[in-house]
């Protein structure tokens, strides 16, 4: 299975916010749509780097309240990991664990066209090793 088929799944819906927007905007997005990451983009939608929940936290310790008022650039990870829609969950499984990463753009000739999260590569790993054992099963017993 390649990350072309999860995003036909699971659709290619990516919650972005420009480069030049605040942390506080960046946590209404988080909590407005119950999500744990947002693709800092450009004015031209190029990608600019990925910001977590996890990089807020990990800010304020160091800032505390001012954090709010901080732009996205003073917190978010620059040039993030990203995937094509071909590779494959193996592929993808293998760079999150490497780089310690939840969550990969997905890009196609430069443009973000979706997100693969670690949960969606799981989720789509359990699915694939329910479909051998039952192969397995039904092969010994036939």
Do not use: Q, W
């Not at 936290?57 to 800032?63: A, G, L, V, W, Y």
């Not at 999260?117 to 051998?132: A, C, N």
Request: hydrophobic share 40%; with cysteine; charged share 30%.
């Amino acid at each position: 299975m390649n990350v072309r088929k999860i995003l036909a799944e699971k659709g290619n819906l990516v919650h972005t916010i420009n480069l030049d927007k605040k942390i506080n905007d960046a946590i209404e997005i988080l909590n407005s749509f119950n999500i744990g990451v947002v693709v800092v983009v450009d004015d031209n939608n190029k990608i600019k780097g990925i910001l977590s929940e996890r990089d807020i936290i990990r800010k304020m310790e160091d800032h505390s309240a001012s954090i709010y008022v901080a732009p996205i650039k003073s917190c978010m990870t620059a040039d993030p990991f990203t995937c094509s829609k071909d590779a494959t969950i193996d592929e993808v499984m293998n760079i999150m664990t490497k780089y310690k990463v939840r969550h990969l753009p997905v890009v196609e000739d430069d443009n973000l066209v979706g997100l693969i999260s670690i949960g969606d590569v799981v989720k789509r790993k359990i699915e694939m090793t329910e479909k051998e054992a039952a192969a397995l099963r039904e092969y010994i017993s036939g």
